[in-house]
Every structure is written in C-alpha cells, then in structure tokens.
C-alpha cells in the first residue's frame, strides 16, 4: 500500500475519531447545563487555577507553576468578593489537589456560570522570552499558539484511562486539534473582549510585556459554555519573570489587574443592556407583553440575546435602545431579552450583525417552549428533520 494512501486512511481515521469527540462533548454539555446550583441575582465567576496536585504544570528554576496559578487565582477572587458584591466566585481547585482536565469546565457549566478565568504560568524553550498573554477558544494560527496549547492540553495524559475519557483525543498530535474546527465558539466576540481587557490591565497598570490576545484549541476552554479565557501571567522559564510571578507584589499585582478587567466587562455589559438609570422594573410573577409563550408554541427558534438582568424590565422601544421586536425568556436566576424569530439559523446569524450595531454582545440563542437549548442541540434537531 502506497503511503499516500496510508496517509489519507489515517487522516479519515482523525477525523472521525475528532467527529466522536465533537458529540462527546456536546452531550457531556448538555447534560451540565441542565444542572447545578443557582445564584440569584449574581454573576458567577468561576476562577480555575491550572495544574495542581500530582500535576506541576511548568517547572522553573526553583518553582512549579501550580503553585503561582493557585496564590494568583485566589488573590483574584479576594478582590472580586470583596469589592463587587454583585459576583460570586466559585474556584475549581482552592488547594494543591488535583483536578481532571474535563471536570474544570464542568464545575462553570454545572453552576450556571457567566464567565470562566483559567490562570496558567508560560514556558518556553528560550530563557528570554517575557510577557502575558491571554488565550481565547479557537484554531491556532501559528505553531507558537498550537505549542502552547499542546502543553497545556498534556495534563491530560497524566488521567486514568484517558484515551476512553477524551475519546482518542491526543493532545500532542496536531491532527487531533481539528476539533476545534467544528463547532462555532458562540462567546467568542465576548470572550475576546473580556481577554483585551486584561491584557490592557497587565501593560497599562502593571507594566508587563504584553504578548496581545490569542487563539488557540485549549480543551477547558472548548466545553465551557460561558465566555471564557485562558490567562499565561508570565513566563516561568525566564528568571527575573519568575521571581515576579512567584514575589507577593506580583501576585497582587496581575490579581488586581485580573480584577479590573472582570469589573470593566461587566461595567460595559450591564451599560450596554439598554436598561436606562431608573428604568421601570416589575418583579412581579406574570410574564411581561412580548414574553415567549411556551404554552401557544413549541417551535424551535433562533433568536438574538441583546441583554440578561436580575430584575424585570418593561418591554418597550426605550428600554432596548429602540428595538420594537423584543422578547422575554426566564432562566432562572435571570431575565433574557431576546429580538427575531428565525426557524433558519443562517437568517438569525445575518440578523445578529444588524443588531450589533446597537448592542455589540448580542448572540444567537435557540428557544424552545419558553426554555434556551444548547445551540448545538439546536442545530441537531434541526439536521435531522
């Protein structure tokens, strides 16, 4: 057999191995965010120190990186606790304990969380190279990105019976990564927007060396459900920068840097809302004009979320930035104020652009009978049909 053939029977191989993958990790997410606590009234930050326990991470010349992630992590979570009393942070590790790679996803999902922050120390082969970079979901677009998160995915291997738990996924080969090519990052435009922030923090107010926000396949990212970023505070193999990374100043430092750039996105989605200052709000129990009826239709939807609140907001023009076409949806413990009513998913996409022009973090959402379903469950019934 010739090896031109052997190698397009093994890439067809790969790809059905990353095709098993994909619907692994759809179910496993639909099943995640069916459940979990709920916290009213709050946004959920779940703070994920990497590494941990028999895991190190990166090892430098005197430190290990599990042990930076995790003072960093938990300096960042002080700081949100203690001076936004609207957030709650949840940790996926607040010990040296270790943590599978898929559990640290499932923790966010499971409780219903707004953004998730996973905090990582660098390395590379080059004692020289400096500075922080923030990762968010998506194909890398250089080996440099793909080499990072072929390292980062590697605690993997360290699992019992990993090849069952991550379907054959082999974070060390780059035919596996085309996974990630499959499915659409629906929190990319938030995700990116949350990672610009930090990384405008750690140059502007701490003065490190700013590598910018990338892109790369990181499989904690791929299964959360919420925006999400992938932080490398700085590089451990570089000495005077793992001093820094190790120093209580430098924890403190990219922790309130971390801080900020969660409470600026959450200052900029709260404004972008279109609920003016004084707004009239009803807490009662009936279902504002304009709310989805779960009990006249069960038809699956496509709709475009503009704003999420705490509290009820009247549904008329001025209080959505003029929008007339809007909608209410309940998933507890917030009020989802959606536009549009698509049964073709490509229209809602093209109807989202519009709407970005007035609310930049609008996204497409799939409804059914009053309730939001996974996007990619969405897409599954509807291939089906």
């Not at 022009?357 to 379903?373: D, Q």
């Amino acid at each position: 057999m010739s090896t031109g053939i052997k190698n397009g029977k093994q890439h067809t191989f790969n790809i059905c191995i990353s095709l098993l993958l994909f619907l692994f990790v759809v179910i496993s997410s639909v099943a995640a965010s069916d459940n979990g606590p709920k916290t009213e009234g709050k946004w959920v930050i779940v703070i994920d120190p990497g590494h941990g326990g028999k895991d190190p991470g990166a090892v430098g010349s005197f430190s290990f990186e599990k042990n930076i992630n995790l003072a960093i992590a938990l300096r960042t979570g002080e700081y949100l606790q203690a001076n936004l009393k609207n957030v709650k942070v949840i940790y996926t590790r607040d010990d040296d304990s270790t943590v599978d790679l898929r559990e640290r996803p499932k923790i966010a999902n499971k409780n219903n969380a707004d953004l998730f922050i996973s905090i990582h120390s660098n390395w590379a082969k080059s004692k020289s190279v400096t500075g922080a970079e923030t990762y968010i979901m998506g194909l890398a677009k250089n080996e440099a990105n793909l080499e990072v998160a072929m390292k980062e995915n590697e605690v993997l291997l360290r699992e019992d019976d990993h090849s069952t738990k991550y379907q054959g996924f082999d974070p060390k080969s780059p035919e596996s990564y085309i996974i990630f090519s499959l499915t659409q990052n629906l929190y990319q435009k938030q995700s990116s927007e949350l990672a610009s922030k930090v990384q405008t923090e750690f140059s502007e107010r701490v003065n490190r060396n700013d590598r910018g926000v990338q892109q790369a396949g990181f499989w904690v990212l791929f299964n959360t459900t919420m925006p999400a970023v992938l932080i490398e505070t700085g590089f451990i193999t570089n000495l005077g920068e793992e001093k820094y990374l190790n120093s209580t100043e430098g924890q403190d430092y990219l922790a309130s840097a971390i801080y900020r750039a969660c409470r600026e996105y959450i200052n900029d989605i709260e404004s972008k809302s279109g609920i003016p200052a004084g707004a009239s709000q009803d807490n009662g129990s009936k279902p504002n004009m304009g709310s989805v009826d779960a009990d006249s239709s069960n038809e699956l939807l496509f709709m475009v979320q503009v704003s999420a609140s705490g509290t009820r907001t009247e549904i008329k023009p001025e209080n959505f930035n003029g929008l007339k076409d809007i909608s209410e949806i309940y998933t507890e413990p917030r009020y989802r104020y959606a536009t549009g009513r698509f049964t073709d998913y490509s229209e809602a996409v093209k109807y989202r652009k519009q709407v970005e022009s007035v609310y930049p973090g609008a996204f497409v959402i799939a409804v059914k009978g009053n309730k939001i379903l996974p996007l990619h469950q969405a897409l599954e019934q509807k291939r089906k049909k």
